[in-house]
């Protein structure tokens, strides 16, 4: 089975400090991804990386950065954490470049509750 | 860009009675579309997927869903639900065009009556 872990189940940071939320998969996938989940809204890709060292902006990076050193962990970096990142942040994974051709699903991890005070 | 919609924000159901979940997309391509449930405290665990073929599709936990092109529709359906049902649904859709990244939609919790 696939294993997609996250570091921590429930985090919670200050105004400005500078926040890791780290993600590991098990299965050599080359697809990452992070969302964060807010009520209503679903999930909203923030930033996603086919391989190590790639990265590529989803639908709302503002705010944060990521890093992709090894190819089994995808780090999501908000600099300077701000209230409106209060939120559920989820990590998947999804096996190749070509999962599109095949309908591959993506693999999600139990999530981080991140709040920000 | 491709959007999906949910239009039911929360459906409350009784225990062994039938379950609909809608699901609309926008897409001008094929899409493959995904229906996830998260329980409480969980990540998203995939129920089933469209990708081709067969437009009726079945899942795990008793779950089916049907594709219907001409309605832009892969809505999710139960034909007796468990108590153990009582979760959010949300339907997620991908596209060639769109490489890896899927598209979710807002979601919709279930509530289930005893």
């Known amino acids: 089975d696939v294993k997609v872990t996250q570091s921590s189940r429930y985090l919670v940071k200050r105004t400005g400090e500078k926040v890791f939320l780290e993600c590991v998969q098990d299965m050599d996938h080359e697809n990452m991804f992070w969302y964060r989940q807010d009520p209503g809204l679903g999930l909203r890709l923030i930033y996603f990386s086919y391989d190590v060292k790639m990265k590529e902006k989803g639908d709302i990076p503002e705010g944060y950065s990521v890093s992709r050193e090894k190819k089994e962990r995808f780090s999501l970096i908000l600099e300077s954490a701000s209230t409106n990142q209060t939120s559920m942040y989820l990590c998947?994974?999804?096996?190749?470049?070509?999962?599109?051709?095949?309908?591959?699903?993506?693999?999600f991890g139990p999530g981080t509750r991140l709040t920000v005070l | 860009a491709q959007s999906v919609t949910q239009p039911d924000i929360h459906i409350t159901v009784s225990e062994g009675a039938s379950l609909e979940l809608r699901c609309n997309y926008s897409?001008?391509?094929?899409?493959?579309l995904f229906w996830y449930v998260q329980s409480p405290g969980q990540g998203l665990q995939l129920l089933l997927k469209y990708f081709s073929g067969d437009t009726l599709v079945q899942g795990i936990k008793g779950f089916e869903a049907e594709f219907k092109r001409s309605q832009s529709s892969f809505n999710l359906r139960k034909p007796s639900v468990h108590w153990s049902d009582a979760a959010e649904y949300f339907c997620?859709?991908?596209?060639?065009?769109?490489?890896?990244?899927?598209?979710f939609g807002g979601g919709t919790r279930v509530l289930v009556k005893p």
């Open positions: 997620a859709v991908g596209a060639r065009a769109a490489g890896n990244k899927l598209t």
């Open positions: 897409y001008g391509a094929t899409p493959y």
């Open positions: 998947a994974s999804s096996p190749s470049r070509t999962s599109v051709l095949k309908g591959d699903e993506q693999f």
